[in-house]
């Protein structure tokens, strides 16, 4: 409970926002995040393809027991390049505020994690991409599209349905900091 009332004082909208139960069609999508230095980390989470990016941050958010919401981007890195920390060779999805201002020195326009359904990407199985949480301390994951599973009824998504190793604190301080 504590976790909803801190993502919604952070971000103005509860982590329950992206709770649905939409239609029985909709199937459901699988992912796998681990953190991309500590991989023995991670979490296989479930959302509905109608379900957008900015969900699935949302569902991430609260599996790796963050609190202090910061900005956000996922990378797909472009057939052939490398999946590693700031890729130049990738279509970036950012959070709704970054795509607002997205800085002096970008290029390309930033498309909107809010705006983007899991359908619309195109996903194919074992396709890895990465999540960035924290531009500053820099919380990479990397991501496996797993498969495609039938929804199960009055089952609320985004879902975490297995978890392996324990949360790192989202932040770290030193003894001389505090």
């Given at each position: 409970?504590?976790?909803?009332?801190?993502?919604?004082?952070?971000?103005?909208?509860?982590?329950?926002?992206?709770?649905?139960?939409?239609?029985?069609?909709?199937?459901?999508?699988?992912?796998?995040?681990?953190?991309?230095?500590?991989?023995?980390?991670?979490?296989?989470?479930?959302?509905?393809?109608?379900?957008?990016?900015?969900d699935l941050h949302l569902a991430i958010f609260g599996a790796f027991d963050r609190f202090d919401e910061h900005?956000?981007?996922?990378?797909?890195?472009?057939?052939?390049?490398?999946?590693?920390?700031?890729?130049?060779?990738?279509?970036?999805?950012?959070?709704?505020?970054?795509?607002?201002?997205?800085?002096?020195?970008?290029?390309?326009?930033?498309?909107?994690?809010?705006?983007?359904?899991?359908?619309?990407?195109?996903?194919?199985?074992?396709?890895?991409?990465?999540?960035?949480?924290?531009?500053?301390?820099?919380?990479?994951?990397?991501?496996?599209?797993?498969?495609?599973?039938?929804?199960?009824?009055?089952?609320?998504?985004?879902?975490?349905?297995?978890?392996?190793?324990?949360?790192?604190?989202?932040?770290?301080?030193?003894?001389?900091?505090?």
């Amino acid at each position: 409970m504590a976790k909803k009332r801190a993502a919604k004082k952070a971000t103005g909208r509860s982590l329950k926002k992206s709770s649905t139960t939409l239609g029985a069609n909709f199937e459901v999508r699988l992912f796998k995040v681990a953190l991309m230095y500590e991989k023995r980390i991670w979490r296989r989470i479930a959302l509905l393809e109608k379900q957008t990016l900015d969900d699935l941050h949302l569902a991430i958010f609260g599996a790796f027991d963050r609190f202090d919401e910061h900005l956000y981007s996922f990378f797909f890195p472009f057939p052939g390049a490398k999946l590693e920390p700031w890729p130049r060779a990738a279509t970036e999805y950012s959070c709704a505020f970054n795509c607002e201002d997205p800085g002096p020195f970008r290029e390309e326009p930033l498309l909107n994690a809010e705006e983007t359904t899991l359908d619309s990407l195109d996903l194919s199985k074992g396709q890895k991409f990465l999540y960035l949480f924290d531009f500053g301390d820099e919380w990479w994951h990397e991501i496996t599209y797993e498969d495609r599973a039938p929804r199960t009824p009055r089952m609320k998504y985004p879902r975490v349905m297995e978890s392996r190793g324990e949360s790192p604190p989202q932040y770290v301080y030193d003894d001389d900091d505090e």
